[in-house]
């Protein structure tokens, strides 16, 4: 940590407090602050609420953070037991998520606490179309969890001529439809049918710019499979005095997955493996409700209507409704044979929430792309210890390679310093008992 220290001013000495001789500037978001979610709807989740809460309080992670960790974990838990009627037919409960956030916002905190009875092989943290066909072979219903999403999304699995390939496969399994890839050697076509994937991926800005401007990961229906959101960070306000303690639900939360997976799937071919769920009807109650929103989302589809620019998204609410209530209600009852009215409210309010997301996170990816790297370095700048730092030590510790250069770092330094956020001091400040020529101070701690 860098530490400035005292030293008297006159004119013939470099001025290492300069700043007391000017008034501190006043900060100014970086970002639109419209570019930051809504409070997410805790209430909604059902039977999840609790643990949630009891996340959020110990970890101090993002709440919207906390319920992507769980509910991606339950939807993992109950998908191979039952698929669930839909207003397009039975669907999987398989849910995709996608949480737009800077490292260190503790999702691996949040996965930590809710997965202590996951047995091993029953996730995977990377995956490639070949890499997933050996673990499903083996588990048919897998879990893909992941708070570095950026690796999968740019790395060999998205490159090239792999990216067509992946999205299919990832598209199909979401489908339920039987997942097809080729033998490298043989070039024979190798079938899975009766498979389940939950996905949980955290990526960076950055990231998320270049996914929504890649024209086949929206057109071919990929992102809008996924349930995104970009929660307000919490860095810099994660104080020790803030932490509540609640660990009971969080017990609870493992008992139940245990006891979840501890039923047994639906196989009636063990050497196959393919799974044959059964399906969860809607209730009559559950039924009229989603009809009545799916109509309300279809009305605000039409041109020059909220959602006509999103209708990939849109289109598919009713569906991730009917899907989100489904988990509540298996998580509360294995057992259950329907979906209540009550489930599907929670529901659709969880997926409303989510395509109103899409606007405001596809209008944040179109940001220019030194002020989202900009925001990834405050935000990492607020997480420190001590206001003073180094330009050194930015290009060093930073949590976005892309800010590893000295170059790139001192440019997103010069804008956090036209908005208020830092002071560069004058070279010579004397910093860790050295005099140093590229050192700047937080203005707000």
Same mark, same amino acid.
């Given at each position: 940590?860098?530490?400035?220290?005292?030293? !008297?001013?006159?004119?013939?000495?470099?001025?290492?407090?300069?700043?007391?001789?000017?008034?501190?500037?006043? !900060?100014?978001?970086?970002?639109?602050?419209?570019?930051?979610?809504?409070?997410?709807?805790?209430?909604?989740?059902?039977?999840?609420?609790?643990?949630?809460? =009891?996340?959020?309080?110990?970890?101090?992670?993002?709440?919207?953070?906390?319920?992507?960790? =769980?509910?991606?974990?339950?939807?993992?838990?109950?998908?191979?037991?039952?698929?669930?009627?839909?207003?397009?037919?039975? &669907?999987?409960?398989?849910?995709?998520?996608?949480?737009?956030?800077?490292?260190?916002?503790?999702?691996?905190? /949040?996965?930590?606490?809710?997965?202590? $009875?996951?047995?091993?092989?029953?996730?995977?943290?990377?995956?490639?179309?070949?890499?997933?066909?050996?673990?499903?072979?083996?588990?048919?219903?897998?879990?893909?969890?992941?708070?570095?999403?950026?690796?999968?999304?740019?790395?060999?699995?998205?490159?090239?001529?792999?990216?067509? %390939?992946?999205?299919?496969?990832?598209?199909?399994?979401?489908?339920?439809?039987?997942?097809?890839?080729?033998?490298?050697?043989? %070039?024979?076509?190798?079938?899975?049918?009766?498979?389940?994937?939950?996905?949980?991926?955290?990526?960076?800005?950055?990231?998320? %710019?270049?996914?929504?401007? *890649?024209?086949?990961?929206?057109?071919?229906?990929?992102?809008?499979?996924?349930?995104? /959101?970009?929660?307000? $960070?919490?860095?810099?306000?994660?104080?020790?005095?803030?932490?509540?303690?609640?660990?009971?639900?969080?017990?609870?939360?493992?008992?139940?997955?245990?006891?979840?997976?501890?039923?047994?799937?639906?196989?009636?071919?063990?050497?196959?493996?393919?799974?044959?769920?059964?399906?969860?009807?809607?209730? #009559?109650?559950?039924?009229?409700?989603?009809?009545?929103?799916?109509?309300?989302?279809?009305?605000?589809?039409?041109?020059?209507?909220?959602?006509?620019?999103?209708?990939?998204?849109?289109?598919?609410? *009713?569906?991730?409704? =009917? @899907?989100?209530?489904?988990?509540?209600?298996?998580?509360? #009852?294995?057992?259950?044979?329907?979906?209540?009215?009550?489930?599907?409210?929670?529901?659709?309010?969880?997926?409303?929430?989510?395509?109103?997301?899409?606007?405001?996170?596809?209008?944040?990816?179109?940001?220019?792309?030194?002020?989202?790297?900009?925001?990834?370095?405050?935000?990492?700048?607020?997480? @420190?210890?001590?206001?003073?730092?180094?330009?050194?030590?930015?290009?060093?510790?930073?949590?976005?390679?892309?800010?590893?250069?000295?170059?790139?770092?001192? +440019?997103?330094?010069?804008?956090?310093?036209?908005?208020?956020?830092?002071?560069?001091?004058?070279?010579?400040?004397?910093?860790?008992?050295?005099? &140093?020529?590229?050192?700047? +101070?937080?203005?707000? &701690?």
């Amino acid at each position: 940590m860098a530490r400035a220290d005292p030293a !008297p001013i006159d004119e013939s000495t470099p001025m290492s407090n300069v700043h007391a001789l000017h008034p501190e500037p006043t !900060p100014r978001p970086v970002v639109p602050v419209q570019g930051f979610a809504a409070d997410y709807p805790v209430a909604s989740l059902g039977p999840l609420r609790e643990v949630v809460e =009891a996340v959020q309080g110990i970890s101090q992670a993002p709440a919207a953070l906390a319920a992507h960790s =769980a509910l991606a974990i339950a939807s993992l838990a109950v998908q191979g037991h039952a698929n669930v009627e839909t207003l397009g037919g039975p &669907r999987p409960l398989s849910l995709y998520f996608l949480t737009i956030a800077a490292s260190g916002e503790r999702k691996s905190t /949040c996965d930590a606490l809710l997965s202590s $009875s996951l047995p091993y092989g029953l996730t995977v943290t990377e995956a490639t179309v070949d890499g997933l066909f050996r673990s499903l072979r083996e588990t048919p219903s897998l879990g893909l969890l992941s708070d570095e999403g950026g690796q999968f999304l740019g790395g060999y699995a998205m490159a090239g001529q792999n990216q067509q %390939r992946t999205l299919a496969v990832f598209n199909d399994l979401w489908q339920g439809k039987t997942i097809r890839t080729a033998r490298k050697a043989t %070039r024979d076509s190798v079938e899975l049918a009766g498979r389940r994937l939950a996905v949980h991926l955290m990526v960076q800005p950055t990231m998320v %710019r270049k996914l929504f401007a *890649a024209p086949l990961a929206v057109g071919s229906g990929f992102l809008p499979r996924f349930l995104i /959101c970009e929660p307000r $960070s919490m860095i810099g306000t994660r104080l020790h005095a803030n932490t509540v303690s609640n660990e009971a639900p969080i017990a609870a939360f493992n008992d139940r997955l245990k006891a979840v997976l501890s039923a047994t799937l639906p196989i009636p071919d063990l050497e196959t493996g393919i799974l044959a769920p059964r399906t969860l009807r809607l209730s #009559d109650d559950a039924r009229r409700l989603l009809i009545e929103w799916s109509d309300m989302i279809e009305q605000l589809q039409a041109p020059g209507r909220i959602y006509s620019v999103h209708a990939g998204y849109a289109s598919k609410t *009713a569906e991730q409704a =009917a @899907r989100l209530a489904g988990v509540l209600a298996l998580w509360r #009852d294995l057992g259950a044979t329907e979906v209540s009215g009550k489930d599907m409210t929670h529901g659709f309010s969880l997926a409303n929430y989510y395509i109103s997301e899409v606007a405001r996170a596809a209008g944040h990816a179109s940001l220019d792309a030194d002020l989202v790297l900009a925001e990834s370095l405050r935000c990492w700048l607020l997480g @420190r210890p001590g206001a003073h730092f180094l330009t050194g030590e930015v290009i060093q510790g930073a949590l976005s390679r892309e800010i590893r250069d000295k170059r790139t770092a001192e +440019r997103l330094l010069g804008i956090l310093a036209d908005h208020g956020w830092v002071q560069k001091l004058p070279a010579g400040t004397v910093v860790d008992g050295a005099a &140093r020529t590229s050192a700047w +101070r937080l203005t707000v &701690r």
